[in-house]
């Protein structure tokens, strides 16, 4: 996951998760997911942030249901006024399978908060997020590009993304 230095609309920290490149058997992303949180409310003049989740390429290797059951949990029961929106993009087949298991533990309130648009996301992302705040990839202007594992960790006035996740920091371990 990254939490990128730019913002959205309303400048509030956009964080990207990858979901082909998560390992279910790695431990502490539920910490590190926490923190990323954390340090989105910190940097946000409005304590909200804005989550996109790019499900392309997810398999059934990537699907971890105990990490998406404490997200869940995570952003209904402690961050529930801190999320904005939850983008999830390139849905695959097998998303709707995840989602039919993970929607009935979330709370009808944050379900409002999740949009899921599939394939066809850029003018849906582009209300939220402005072009040049947006990664090309996700139909923006800003030329930045997913690397995993990452090399680098940045301040959040970098060209570049900060990293979190993998490792998991020091001081949730």
């Not at 939490?3 to 979901?19: K, M, S, T």
Request: proline residues 9%; charged residues 25%; contains cysteine.
């Amino acid at each position: 996951m990254y939490l990128l230095p730019r913002r959205d609309r309303e400048n509030r920290p956009v964080i990207i998760g990858v979901a082909r490149e998560h390992d279910p058997s790695v431990e502490g992303a539920v910490r590190a997911s926490t923190f990323l949180m954390e340090e989105a409310c910190r940097w946000s003049p409005h304590g909200q942030f804005t989550l996109l989740a790019d499900l392309e390429g997810m398999a059934w290797k990537n699907v971890d249901y105990s990490y998406a059951r404490a997200m869940v949990s995570i952003l209904q029961n402690h961050y529930p006024e801190r999320l904005f929106r939850f983008f999830i993009i390139n849905t695959p087949w097998i998303f709707k399978l995840v989602w039919g298991v993970v929607r009935p533990w979330i709370d009808r309130r944050t379900v409002t908060k999740f949009v899921i648009l599939g394939s066809e996301f850029e003018e849906g992302l582009q209300e939220i997020i402005h072009p040049e705040n947006l990664p090309v990839q996700y139909g923006g202007t800003w030329d930045w590009r997913y690397t995993y594992p990452p090399d680098y960790v940045s301040s959040p006035d970098d060209s570049q993304a900060r990293c979190v996740y993998p490792p998991v920091p020091s001081v949730l371990a």
